[in-house]
């Protein structure tokens, strides 16, 4: 039982190139996330997906595009890179939250990518 | 939209001290939980509070959830090593599990043997 994997765990880019994080889980949670983490920022959430065919923006969605190929799996786009995407990148996913589960969330190790 | 404020960003504590962090939000949450996260790691859930006034304790850590459920604590009795890390707290507007989770933006302690 794995968890939740994430990979890359790093990535250089140059500004303007593209790139895919790719996240899957193995506990057949719906809900799944992608925040970033920067210093003093606390975790910022991207974008969100509810259940699987479902997509929402979070709190910081510009410059990234996700795509929930399945139940398990949640893929966070960069299409055109910039320096200001430098960050920890963690993926995340939750169960239903019913009686005998808080809805906690369940992070993977992250993604630290660098954008020169 | 909804914010949540966590204070202070640092701490730093000679072992054995205590420590308090402390999370204010914007809104009226639904229920709020809190995660540790270690240096170089990610985040884990440690609880989530759900009633108004709600303390809990896990071993030296008593989390309290505000009357009006929009403020809540972490408080750490005679800190050890082991404790350092980040704390953050993460707050869900929306009714029960089904809202939005805007975290906080850290406490970091630091504890000094």
């Known amino acids: 039982n794995a968890g939740v994997t994430q990979t890359p765990k790093f990535q250089v880019l140059k500004t303007g190139q593209s790139m895919t994080l790719q996240c899957a889980q193995d506990?057949?949670?719906?809900?799944m996330y992608w925040y970033r983490q920067d210093p003093g920022m606390g975790l910022r959430l991207i974008y969100y997906?509810?259940?699987?065919?479902?997509?929402d923006k979070g709190e910081v969605p510009n410059g990234y595009n996700v795509s929930r190929l399945n139940k398990r799996e949640f893929s966070l786009r960069l299409e055109s890179a910039a320096p200001s995407q430098t960050s920890v990148y963690f993926c995340?996913?939750?169960?239903?939250?019913?009686?005998?589960?808080?809805?906690?969330?369940?992070f993977g190790e992250g993604s630290r990518l660098t954008v020169l | 939209g909804q914010q949540v404020m966590q204070i202070p960003q640092y701490q730093h504590v000679q072992e054995g001290e205590d420590f308090t962090t402390y999370c204010n939000s914007s809104?009226?949450?639904?229920?709020i939980q809190w995660y540790k996260q270690r240096p170089g790691g990610h985040p884990v859930f440690l609880i989530q509070?759900?009633?108004?006034?709600e303390v809990k304790k896990q071993k030296r850590l008593t989390f309290q959830f505000g009357e009006a459920k929009k403020n809540s604590s972490l408080h750490i009795t005679a800190t050890q090593t082991t404790d350092v890390g980040t704390y953050f707290c993460?707050?869900?507007?929306?009714?029960?599990?089904?809202?939005?989770?805007?975290f906080g933006q850290g406490t970091t302690l630091q504890v000094k043997p």
């Open positions: 997906s509810a259940s699987e065919g479902t997509t």
């Open positions: 509070l759900v009633k108004s006034g």
């Open positions: 506990m057949n949670h719906n809900s």
């Open positions: 995340a996913s939750r169960g239903s939250g019913g009686l005998r589960n808080t809805g906690e969330l369940f």
């Open positions: 809104t009226t949450l639904s229920n």
């Open positions: 993460a707050g869900r507007d929306g009714s029960g599990n089904t809202g939005k989770l805007i």
